[in-house]
């Protein structure tokens, strides 16, 4: 079985995950800092936002994945793909130290979670007719 829809989504956020890593390897070479953020703000930041994707996209890329297995529709892995993936492309630009309350920061995260509750109701639907 080919998994379609969901793989429209995994390279596009594979691309951002790779993307973010990289900013915060550039970082870490430039500053000569191996491991942590050694007080720095700029890297901590780049960390955070490296890390909140990995806490994130792989999770709902896999029950995607597993949805999309068991034969969800591809309009509902659409919406909680788009939504991923817009929601991963906008936490980074308000994920800052200096401001907790920047508005990116509530929009990527509130996308992400809508997908994660959008692919959780498809794989009860799928898995046991919920």
Sequence with gaps: ??????????????????ILWFRVTLMRASLKVSIGDAGNPALHERIRQHGNFIEWAPWVI?????????????????????????????????????????????????ASLLALLNVMGCLLATSFGL
Excluded: D, V
């Excluded at 079985?1 to 790779?18: D, I, K, N, R």
């Excluded at 995607?64 to 297995?69: F, P, R, Y």
């Excluded at 659409?78 to 492309?89: P, V, Y």
């Excluded at 906008?90 to 309350?101: F, M, S, T, V, Y």
């Design 62 to 110: 896999l029950l995607m994945a597993l949805a999309e297995g068991n034969g969800a529709g591809a309009p509902w892995l659409h919406a909680s793909g788009a939504l991923l993936l817009a929601g991963r492309l906008i936490h980074p630009l308000g994920l800052k130290a200096g401001n907790a309350a920047h508005p990116a920061r509530y929009i990527g995260n509130t």
């Design 1 to 18: 079985m080919a998994f379609e829809t969901t793989a429209l989504y995994a390279l596009p956020l594979a691309l951002l995950g790779l």
